[in-house]
């Protein structure tokens, strides 16, 4: 149960958890639903900047909102596309084993998450340039569909 009172979160588990009560547990929280929404996008954090060639530079402004992982990449693929650039060249998915976010940079593309308000915190990505390859950081955000 959470109130707006209360920091804490309490909830009962069915059937009970038997835990050893000499030894030290941590949960993690892996999925939330609620009735209650809030914006992890806004104008402080989401700006994604890309190139297709190294010289052009396109700027990418993910309008305020709640977004998974899922709904970021899907809006930069639809950006790319009526950009006339190869939407797949950029992938940005969840590695839910290790609750990591993988972003796969085709070729000659380059993604630069050094420019203000850079979506990289939303993302677990450090503000610097991202070429060609795999790239692996802490996600933030993921969804479990």
């Keep these: 149960m959470v109130s707006e009172n209360s ?21 993690a929280l892996v999925h939330l639903e609620t009735y209650y929404s809030f914006s992890n996008i806004d104008s402080s954090n989401n700006v994604f900047r890309y190139s297709p060639d190294g ?52 070729v000659n593309f380059i993604v630069d998450l050094r420019v203000r308000n850079s979506i990289a915190s939303v ?5 610097q340039v991202y070429k060609e390859g795999f790239t692996n950081q802490r996600v933030l955000l993921t969804s479990y569909q």
């Design 7 to 27: 920091k804490k979160i309490k909830t009962t588990f069915y059937p009970l958890l038997d835990l050893d009560k000499t030894r030290k547990y941590e949960m």
């Design 55 to 106: 010289s052009q530079w396109v700027d990418i402004r993910i309008p305020e909102g709640s977004y998974d992982l899922i709904d970021i990449a899907e809006t930069i693929k639809i950006v790319m596309k009526r950009n006339g650039h190869n939407d797949d060249a950029i992938k940005i998915t969840a590695n839910t084993n290790t609750l990591k976010s993988v972003m796969e940079i085709q």
């Design 123 to 127: 993302l677990g990505f450090r503000n």
